[in-house]
T-cell receptor, first 115, second 115 residues
Framework: KQEVTQIPAALSVPEGENLVLNCSFT??????LQWFRQDPGKGLTSLLL?????REQTSGRLNASLDKSSGRSTLYIAASQPGDSATYLC??????????????FGTGTRLQVTL | DTGVSQDPRHKITKRGQNVTFRCDPI?????LYWYRQTLGQGPEFLTY????????KSRLLSDRFSAERPKGSFSTLEIQRTEQGDSAMYLC?????????????FGPGTRLTVL
C-alpha cells in the first residue's frame, strides 16, 4: 500500500526566504506526482505535476523535483511572500494502469510566511 | 467559470439525517473522483466514475454512502443516517480522458458538520 509522508508538518519563515518542502513515498511505481496548495477551508489548487519520467518542473517561483527511485520529491519556493501561506500537499498517482488512478496524499506541510 | 463546482459549500445537519452533495465536473472530463478530508489530514479516496460507471469504491465508503453519476456528467454523493464521524470536507475532482488526463482538478469542496 502506498504511503506518502511530508516533512515538516509545519514551517514558519520570514518573507523573502527560499524554502524547501519534502515529500516521500514508499512505492516507487508511480505514474506522476502532483503538488497542491490548499488555503484554510478551501479546495485544492494544482501547482505542479511531474511525470514519472521527468526530473523537475518549474512554474514561476516554484520548482518541483522528483527522484522516483528513492521515492522523494521536493517543492522549492523562491523568495517567499505572505501570500504563499497555505498548506502544501503532495499526491502520487499509481503506475498500475488497472487502477482508478486515484491519488494518495500526504498530510501536508502548513507554511506561514511572516512579514 | 469552467472549473469543478460543488454544491452546497457548507452543510450542517443533525445526527441521523440524510444529506446529498452535488459535483459538476469540468465539461468533457469523463473521469470523476470523490475524496474525503478530515481536519489535519490529506484527502482520502472514496470512489471513482468513468462516464456513468462507478468503477471503484474505497473501504471507507460504508453502506450508508452512495454515489451516482446518472448521465456521465454531474455526480451526487448521499450519506444516510449521518454520524458525527462523517464530519469532513468532501472534495470532488475530475480528469480528462486518455493521454490528456494527467491532472486531477479539484472543486472547492463541501464542508459537512454533523451535530
Amino acid at each position: 500500500k502506498q504511503e506518502v509522508t511530508q516533512i515538516p508538518a509545519a514551517l514558519s519563515v520570514p518573507e523573502g526566504e527560499n524554502l524547501v518542502l519534502n515529500c516521500s513515498f514508499t512505492d516507487s511505481a508511480i505514474y506522476n506526482l502532483q503538488w497542491f496548495r490548499q488555503d484554510p477551508g478551501k479546495g485544492l489548487t494544482s501547482l505542479l505535476l511531474i511525470q514519472s519520467s521527468q526530473r523537475e518542473q518549474t512554474s514561476g517561483r516554484l520548482n518541483a523535483s522528483l527522484d522516483k527511485s528513492s521515492g522523494r520529491s521536493t517543492l522549492y519556493i523562491a523568495a517567499s511572500q505572505p501570500g504563499d501561506s497555505a498548506t502544501y500537499l503532495c499526491a502520487v498517482r499509481p503506475g498500475n494502469t488497472g487502477t482508478a488512478s486515484k491519488l494518495t496524499f500526504g498530510t501536508g506541510t502548513r507554511l506561514q510566511v511572516t512579514l | 467559470d469552467t472549473g469543478v463546482s460543488q454544491d452546497p459549500r457548507h452543510k450542517i445537519t443533525k445526527r441521523g439525517q440524510n444529506v446529498t452533495f452535488r459535483c459538476d465536473p469540468i465539461s468533457e472530463h469523463n473521469r470523476l473522483y470523490w475524496y474525503r478530508q478530515t481536519l489535519g489530514q490529506g484527502p482520502e479516496f472514496l470512489t471513482y466514475f468513468q462516464n456513468e460507471a462507478q468503477l471503484e469504491k474505497s473501504r471507507l465508503l460504508s453502506d450508508r454512502f452512495s454515489a451516482e453519476r446518472p448521465k456521465g456528467s454531474f455526480s451526487t454523493l448521499e450519506i444516510q443516517r449521518t454520524e458525527q464521524g462523517d464530519s469532513a470536507m468532501y472534495l470532488c475532482a475530475s480528469r480528462a480522458p486518455g493521454q490528456r488526463g494527467n491532472e486531477q482538478f479539484f472543486g472547492p469542496g463541501t464542508r459537512l458538520t454533523v451535530l
